[in-house]
């Protein structure tokens, strides 16, 4: 049995399609969710359902029981994250699961100097905290969902004329949260993933310049690149009304990338998707048009 968390959001409902797909059979897999309305998509298919919430620690361990791989998709919410994750790994224990399949994050600094130690510090910390449990797992250091990037470049591109971001020539290897979904279900029905770690990044990295370029030989529009310092960036996106929980994600992930946290580059993501992963040129074609 594959029991995947996360199972109504973006990761998870992605990853029970793939697994789908890929020929496991829908009672063979069993979509953690936290109430009965949100199981009625899966019910309809034959997925098992568990009810189960990160904060309810005994009903991760009645969830979990008879599960040989669990998909734990890293939870939503930051504040809580790092109580609900040990609840997790311990109920993984607890119920005598096999492998955990755990969807971290790229980083190069693992300090608190790191822009992004608000989220990085509870994924740190679960790694250790799976690795210490003694189950086989296999991490996988998802860099940024490429998905994400239209919203650092700002959805007035074309109006504005201007990407404007802190983020300097820092570059960063995104990659479609759809294929890093479609790579994570290879791993539970293939083999030899057991006690590894993945940098799941795409196969070239890009800078917003070249992101500012690129869109405007594809719209016709000319559009410039203009790296503020933080402080600055930060008031602007304040003026404009933006709410200070979301200026504080989008400068530091944007502080992050200026620091090339999220500028690592691997073959692991292309050796176990099977093919190259869509490049961030052929992401834009989709997103901008003439
Ligand atoms: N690499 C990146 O760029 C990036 C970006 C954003 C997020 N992430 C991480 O990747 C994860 C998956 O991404 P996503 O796009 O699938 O996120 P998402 O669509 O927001 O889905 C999050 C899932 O976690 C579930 N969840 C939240 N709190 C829970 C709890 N207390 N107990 C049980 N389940 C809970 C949600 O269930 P409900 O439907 O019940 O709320 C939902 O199914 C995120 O949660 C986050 O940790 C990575």
Same mark, same amino acid.
Do not use: C
């Given at each position: 049995?594959?029991?995947?968390?996360?199972?109504?959001?973006?990761?998870?409902?992605?990853?029970?399609?793939?697994?789908?797909?890929?020929?496991?059979? /829908?009672?063979?897999?069993?979509?953690?969710?936290?109430?009965?309305?949100?199981?009625?998509?899966?019910?309809?298919?034959?997925?098992? *359902?568990?009810?189960?919430?990160?904060?309810?620690?005994?009903?991760?361990?009645?969830?979990?029981?008879?599960?040989?791989?669990?998909?734990?998709?890293?939870?939503?919410?930051?504040?809580?994250?790092?109580?609900?994750?040990?609840?997790?790994?311990?109920?993984?224990?607890? /119920?005598?699961?096999?492998?955990?399949?755990?969807?971290?994050?790229?980083?190069?600094?693992?300090?608190?100097?790191?822009? #992004?130690? *608000?989220?990085?510090?509870?994924?740190?910390?679960?790694?250790?905290?799976?690795?210490?449990?003694?189950?086989?797992?296999?991490?996988?250091?998802?860099?940024?969902?490429?998905?994400?990037?239209?919203?650092?470049?700002?959805?007035?591109?074309?109006?504005?004329?201007?990407?404007?971001?802190?983020?300097?020539?820092?570059?960063?290897?995104?990659?479609?949260?759809?294929? #890093?979904?479609? /790579?994570?279900?290879?791993?539970?029905?293939?083999?030899?993933?057991?006690?590894?770690?993945?940098?799941?990044?795409?196969?070239?990295?890009?800078?917003?310049?070249?992101?500012?370029?690129?869109?405007?030989?594809?719209?016709?529009?000319?559009?410039?690149?203009?790296?503020?310092?933080?402080?600055?960036?930060?008031?602007?996106?304040?003026?404009?009304?933006?709410?200070?929980?979301?200026?504080?994600?989008?400068?530091?992930?944007?502080? /992050?990338?200026?620091?090339?946290?999220?500028?690592?580059?691997?073959?692991?993501?292309?050796?176990?998707?099977?093919?190259?992963?869509?490049?961030?040129?052929?992401?834009?074609?989709?997103?901008?048009?003439?």
């Amino acid at each position: 049995m594959i029991l995947v968390t996360g199972a109504t959001g973006h990761f998870g409902t992605a990853a029970i399609h793939f697994l789908l797909e890929k020929g496991v059979k /829908a009672n063979q897999i069993t979509a953690l969710v936290r109430s009965e309305k949100a199981a009625n998509e899966w019910r309809k298919k034959g997925v098992h *359902i568990a009810i189960g919430d990160y904060d309810n620690y005994p009903s991760l361990v009645t969830a979990f029981k008879g599960v040989e791989k669990l998909l734990f998709v890293s939870g939503s919410d930051i504040g809580k994250r790092l109580a609900q994750h040990e609840n997790v790994v311990k109920a993984a224990k607890e /119920a005598g699961v096999k492998q955990i399949v755990y969807t971290s994050f790229q980083r190069r600094n693992e300090t608190e100097t790191s822009p #992004l130690w *608000i989220v990085a510090q509870s994924h740190l910390q679960t790694e250790k905290w799976i690795k210490e449990s003694g189950i086989t797992y296999t991490i996988l250091k998802n860099n940024l969902y490429m998905d994400f990037v239209p919203a650092f470049v700002g959805e007035n591109v074309l109006q504005s004329g201007v990407v404007y971001l802190p983020a300097q020539n820092g570059r960063v290897s995104a990659v479609l949260r759809v294929e #890093l979904a479609e /790579a994570t279900a290879n791993i539970l029905v293939g083999g030899n993933h057991e006690n590894k770690v993945y940098e799941f990044t795409n196969t070239e990295s890009f800078s917003y310049q070249e992101i500012a370029s690129f869109i405007s030989d594809r719209t016709g529009k000319t559009v410039h690149y203009v790296s503020p310092s933080p402080a600055e960036y930060e008031q602007t996106l304040a003026k404009y009304g933006v709410p200070p929980d979301a200026i504080g994600v989008f400068t530091s992930f944007a502080v /992050a990338q200026a620091q090339g946290e999220l500028d690592v580059v691997s073959n692991d993501l292309q050796n176990i998707l099977g093919r190259t992963p869509t490049s961030i040129g052929a992401f834009l074609n989709t997103v901008y048009k003439k």
